[in-house]
Protein backbone atom coordinates (compact mmCIF):
# COMPACT_ATOMS: atom_id res chain seq x y z
CA UNK A 1 0.00 0.00 0.00
CA UNK A 2 0.87 3.54 -0.27
CA UNK A 3 2.05 6.13 2.34
CA UNK A 4 -0.19 8.94 2.68
CA UNK A 5 2.44 11.12 1.04
CA UNK A 6 2.43 9.18 -2.16
CA UNK A 7 -1.48 9.41 -1.83
CA UNK A 8 -1.39 12.82 -1.97
CA UNK A 9 1.27 12.91 -4.50
CA UNK A 10 -0.95 10.73 -6.85
CA UNK A 11 -4.05 12.58 -6.02
CA UNK A 12 -1.51 16.07 -7.08
CA UNK A 13 -0.80 14.39 -10.85
CA UNK A 14 -4.87 13.77 -11.24
CA UNK A 15 -5.78 17.29 -10.64
CA UNK A 16 -2.87 18.71 -12.84
CA UNK A 17 -3.51 16.51 -15.71
CA UNK A 18 -7.15 17.59 -15.59
CA UNK A 19 -5.96 21.15 -15.89
CA UNK A 20 -3.86 20.35 -18.51
CA UNK A 21 -6.92 18.54 -20.32
CA UNK A 22 -9.27 21.15 -19.79
CA UNK A 23 -7.02 23.27 -21.37
CA UNK A 24 -5.26 21.47 -24.12
CA UNK A 25 -8.19 18.62 -25.26
CA UNK A 26 -11.11 19.75 -27.70
CA UNK A 27 -13.32 17.13 -26.17
CA UNK A 28 -12.46 17.81 -22.76
CA UNK A 29 -12.59 21.67 -23.40
CA UNK A 30 -16.15 21.11 -24.34
CA UNK A 31 -17.60 19.29 -21.96
CA UNK A 32 -20.52 21.15 -19.41
CA UNK A 33 -21.81 19.47 -15.59
CA UNK A 34 -24.88 18.72 -18.47
CA UNK A 35 -23.02 16.76 -21.01
CA UNK A 36 -21.11 14.29 -18.76
CA UNK A 37 -23.96 13.99 -16.40
CA UNK A 38 -25.11 10.84 -18.45
CA UNK A 39 -21.30 9.33 -18.22
CA UNK A 40 -21.33 9.68 -14.89
CA UNK A 41 -24.68 7.67 -14.52
CA UNK A 42 -23.07 5.22 -16.71
CA UNK A 43 -19.55 5.15 -14.62
CA UNK A 44 -21.38 4.48 -11.49
CA UNK A 45 -23.51 1.75 -12.59
CA UNK A 46 -20.23 0.26 -13.60
CA UNK A 47 -18.77 0.80 -10.77
CA UNK A 48 -21.62 -0.94 -8.52
CA UNK A 49 -21.13 -4.27 -11.08
CA UNK A 50 -17.35 -4.53 -10.07
CA UNK A 51 -18.48 -4.40 -6.73
CA UNK A 52 -21.42 -7.45 -6.92
CA UNK A 53 -18.51 -9.60 -9.07
CA UNK A 54 -16.21 -8.50 -6.06
CA UNK A 55 -13.32 -7.82 -8.62
CA UNK A 56 -10.48 -6.03 -6.91
CA UNK A 57 -8.86 -5.06 -10.05
CA UNK A 58 -12.22 -3.35 -12.05
CA UNK A 59 -13.02 -1.90 -8.98
CA UNK A 60 -9.69 -0.25 -8.31
CA UNK A 61 -10.46 1.04 -12.08
CA UNK A 62 -14.23 1.86 -11.82
CA UNK A 63 -13.27 4.22 -8.77
CA UNK A 64 -10.77 5.78 -10.72
CA UNK A 65 -13.35 7.05 -13.49
CA UNK A 66 -16.03 7.86 -10.82
CA UNK A 67 -12.67 10.27 -9.37
CA UNK A 68 -12.13 11.71 -12.57
CA UNK A 69 -15.98 12.79 -12.99
CA UNK A 70 -15.52 14.44 -9.35
CA UNK A 71 -12.68 16.02 -10.81
CA UNK A 72 -13.75 16.90 -13.38
CA UNK A 73 -17.09 18.89 -12.27
CA UNK A 74 -14.71 20.66 -9.57
CA UNK A 75 -12.44 22.26 -12.62
CA UNK A 76 -15.31 23.66 -14.31
CA UNK A 77 -16.79 24.78 -10.95
CA UNK A 78 -13.59 26.39 -10.26
CA UNK A 79 -13.48 28.20 -14.08
CA UNK A 80 -16.66 29.57 -12.95
CA UNK A 81 -15.46 30.92 -9.38
CA UNK A 82 -18.27 28.79 -7.89
CA UNK A 83 -16.06 25.99 -6.06
CA UNK A 84 -12.93 23.86 -6.02
CA UNK A 85 -11.62 20.33 -5.53
CA UNK A 86 -10.72 22.04 -1.69
CA UNK A 87 -14.66 23.35 -1.20
CA UNK A 88 -15.89 19.65 -2.13
CA UNK A 89 -12.86 18.18 0.09
CA UNK A 90 -13.83 20.71 2.86
CA UNK A 91 -17.49 20.53 2.48
CA UNK A 92 -17.84 16.60 2.93
CA UNK A 93 -15.44 16.77 5.86
CA UNK A 94 -17.34 19.23 7.75
CA UNK A 95 -20.06 17.22 6.82
CA UNK A 96 -18.83 14.01 8.29
CA UNK A 97 -17.69 15.71 11.45
CA UNK A 98 -20.73 17.25 11.72
CA UNK A 99 -22.76 14.10 11.34
CA UNK A 100 -20.51 11.40 13.33
CA UNK A 101 -21.00 13.03 17.19
CA UNK A 102 -19.98 9.84 18.67
CA UNK A 103 -16.74 10.15 16.93
CA UNK A 104 -16.43 13.74 17.19
CA UNK A 105 -18.89 15.17 20.20
CA UNK A 106 -20.40 14.08 22.99
CA UNK A 107 -22.95 11.85 22.10
CA UNK A 108 -22.88 7.57 22.10
CA UNK A 109 -23.36 4.93 19.62
CA UNK A 110 -23.00 1.30 20.72
CA UNK A 111 -23.37 -0.23 16.98
CA UNK A 112 -24.40 0.76 13.26
CA UNK A 113 -27.58 0.53 14.25
CA UNK A 114 -27.36 3.36 16.51
CA UNK A 115 -25.30 5.10 14.26
CA UNK A 116 -27.81 5.32 11.92
CA UNK A 117 -30.56 6.40 13.83
CA UNK A 118 -28.91 9.07 14.91
CA UNK A 119 -27.76 10.50 11.21
CA UNK A 120 -31.18 11.15 10.70
CA UNK A 121 -31.91 13.06 14.02
CA UNK A 122 -28.55 14.92 13.45
CA UNK A 123 -29.46 15.46 9.20
CA UNK A 124 -32.74 16.67 10.56
CA UNK A 125 -30.64 19.58 12.92
CA UNK A 126 -28.36 20.41 10.03
CA UNK A 127 -28.11 23.92 8.68
CA UNK A 128 -29.85 23.57 4.82
CA UNK A 129 -29.99 19.57 5.42
CA UNK A 130 -33.27 17.50 5.74
CA UNK A 131 -36.34 19.53 6.59
CA UNK A 132 -38.17 16.55 6.82
CA UNK A 133 -37.37 12.53 7.19
CA UNK A 134 -38.12 11.66 3.64
CA UNK A 135 -37.27 14.83 2.02
CA UNK A 136 -33.31 13.68 1.04
CA UNK A 137 -34.07 10.74 -1.46
CA UNK A 138 -32.94 11.79 -4.78
CA UNK A 139 -36.17 11.98 -6.88
CA UNK A 140 -33.85 9.90 -9.57
CA UNK A 141 -33.30 7.39 -7.29
CA UNK A 142 -33.99 3.69 -9.13
CA UNK A 143 -37.35 2.55 -7.64
CA UNK A 144 -35.88 -0.04 -6.16
CA UNK A 145 -33.21 1.69 -4.18
CA UNK A 146 -35.27 4.44 -3.41
CA UNK A 147 -38.32 1.91 -1.85
CA UNK A 148 -35.33 0.64 0.24
CA UNK A 149 -34.04 3.79 1.31
CA UNK A 150 -37.87 5.00 2.19
CA UNK A 151 -37.99 2.40 4.45
CA UNK A 152 -34.25 2.67 6.22
CA UNK A 153 -34.90 6.24 6.65
CA UNK A 154 -38.77 5.70 8.04
CA UNK A 155 -37.44 2.74 10.56
CA UNK A 156 -34.28 4.67 11.54
CA UNK A 157 -37.17 7.02 13.63
CA UNK A 158 -39.24 3.79 14.88
CA UNK A 159 -41.64 3.44 11.96
CA UNK A 160 -41.09 -0.25 11.62
CA UNK A 161 -42.30 -3.93 12.35
CA UNK A 162 -41.70 -4.70 16.09
CA UNK A 163 -40.11 -8.19 14.93
CA UNK A 164 -38.95 -8.78 11.44
CA UNK A 165 -40.96 -12.32 11.13
CA UNK A 166 -44.34 -10.10 11.13
CA UNK A 167 -43.62 -8.43 7.59
CA UNK A 168 -44.31 -11.79 5.87
CA UNK A 169 -48.07 -11.67 6.83
CA UNK A 170 -47.98 -8.55 4.78
CA UNK A 171 -46.37 -9.95 2.20
CA UNK A 172 -48.72 -12.73 2.28
CA UNK A 173 -51.63 -10.04 1.85
CA UNK A 174 -49.91 -7.91 -0.70
CA UNK A 175 -50.24 -11.26 -2.63
CA UNK A 176 -53.72 -12.10 -2.31
CA UNK A 177 -54.34 -8.42 -3.11
CA UNK A 178 -52.71 -8.42 -6.45
CA UNK A 179 -54.05 -12.05 -7.69
CA UNK A 180 -57.39 -10.38 -7.01
CA UNK A 181 -56.62 -7.43 -8.63
CA UNK A 182 -54.91 -10.34 -11.48
CA UNK A 183 -58.68 -11.74 -11.81
CA UNK A 184 -60.68 -8.45 -11.81
CA UNK A 185 -58.83 -7.21 -15.15
CA UNK A 186 -58.12 -3.45 -14.33
CA UNK A 187 -54.87 -3.17 -15.51
CA UNK A 188 -54.23 -0.04 -13.43
CA UNK A 189 -54.99 -1.34 -9.76
CA UNK A 190 -52.92 -4.42 -10.86
CA UNK A 191 -49.91 -2.42 -11.56
CA UNK A 192 -50.64 -1.03 -7.80
CA UNK A 193 -51.09 -3.90 -6.35
CA UNK A 194 -47.46 -5.33 -8.11
CA UNK A 195 -46.60 -2.43 -6.41
CA UNK A 196 -47.04 -3.11 -2.79
CA UNK A 197 -46.06 -6.52 -3.43
CA UNK A 198 -42.85 -5.69 -4.54
CA UNK A 199 -42.71 -3.01 -1.23
CA UNK A 200 -43.33 -5.47 0.88
CA UNK A 201 -40.59 -7.73 -0.52
CA UNK A 202 -38.09 -4.97 -0.30
CA UNK A 203 -39.38 -4.58 3.25
CA UNK A 204 -38.43 -8.24 3.70
CA UNK A 205 -34.98 -7.59 2.07
CA UNK A 206 -34.42 -5.04 4.63
CA UNK A 207 -35.17 -6.68 7.67
CA UNK A 208 -33.02 -9.13 6.79
CA UNK A 209 -30.06 -7.17 6.08
CA UNK A 210 -30.22 -7.90 2.28
CA UNK A 211 -29.71 -5.23 -0.44
CA UNK A 212 -32.28 -6.17 -3.00
CA UNK A 213 -30.65 -4.57 -5.98
CA UNK A 214 -27.72 -6.70 -5.04
CA UNK A 215 -29.78 -9.56 -4.84
CA UNK A 216 -31.72 -8.96 -8.38
CA UNK A 217 -28.80 -8.15 -10.09
CA UNK A 218 -27.04 -11.06 -8.67
CA UNK A 219 -30.54 -13.27 -9.95
CA UNK A 220 -30.05 -10.99 -13.26
CA UNK A 221 -26.42 -12.12 -14.45
CA UNK A 222 -27.02 -16.08 -13.22
CA UNK A 223 -29.92 -16.40 -15.10
CA UNK A 224 -27.88 -14.28 -18.38
CA UNK A 225 -24.98 -17.03 -17.81
CA UNK A 226 -27.56 -19.88 -17.99
CA UNK A 227 -29.82 -18.62 -20.88
CA UNK A 228 -26.21 -17.64 -22.57
CA UNK A 229 -25.47 -21.31 -22.44
CA UNK A 230 -28.90 -22.67 -23.70
CA UNK A 231 -27.92 -20.22 -27.32
CA UNK A 232 -24.46 -21.10 -27.16
CA UNK A 233 -25.56 -24.73 -26.66
CA UNK A 234 -28.19 -24.98 -29.78
CA UNK A 235 -25.13 -22.79 -32.06
CA UNK A 236 -22.83 -25.53 -31.66
CA UNK A 237 -25.63 -27.81 -33.33
CA UNK A 238 -26.25 -25.44 -35.82
CA UNK A 239 -30.16 -24.46 -34.22
CA UNK A 240 -31.57 -21.56 -33.41
CA UNK A 241 -33.18 -20.86 -29.57
CA UNK A 242 -36.73 -21.04 -31.92
CA UNK A 243 -36.03 -24.68 -33.03
CA UNK A 244 -35.66 -26.07 -29.59
CA UNK A 245 -38.68 -27.40 -27.87
CA UNK A 246 -39.33 -25.65 -24.29
CA UNK A 247 -38.51 -29.39 -22.91
CA UNK A 248 -34.92 -29.51 -24.55
CA UNK A 249 -34.14 -25.51 -23.09
CA UNK A 250 -35.29 -26.85 -19.70
CA UNK A 251 -32.85 -29.58 -20.25
CA UNK A 252 -30.05 -27.43 -21.43
CA UNK A 253 -31.52 -24.93 -18.28
CA UNK A 254 -30.64 -27.61 -16.26
CA UNK A 255 -27.39 -28.74 -17.54
CA UNK A 256 -26.36 -25.09 -16.71
CA UNK A 257 -27.11 -24.97 -13.34
CA UNK A 258 -24.56 -27.79 -12.63
CA UNK A 259 -21.70 -25.96 -14.83
Same mark, same amino acid.
Given at each position: ?118 ? $? %? ?8 ? +? ?6 ? !? *? &? ?88 ? $? %? ?8 ? +? ?6 ? !? *? &? ?7
Amino acid at each position: MHTRQEQLQAFDRLLTIMDELREKCPWDKKQTFESLRQNTIEETYELCSAIIRHDMTEISKELGDVLLHVIFYAKMGSETGDFDIADVCNRISDKLVFRHPHVYGDEAAKNAEDVCKLW $E %QVKLKEKGGN +KTVLSGIP !E *A &LPALVKAYRIQDKAANVGFDWEQKEDVWQKVKEEIAEFENELRSGNTDNQEAELGDLIFSLVNVARLYKIKPDNALERTNIKFMQRFNYI $E %QQAREKGLSL +KDLTLDEM !E *A &LWQEAKHL
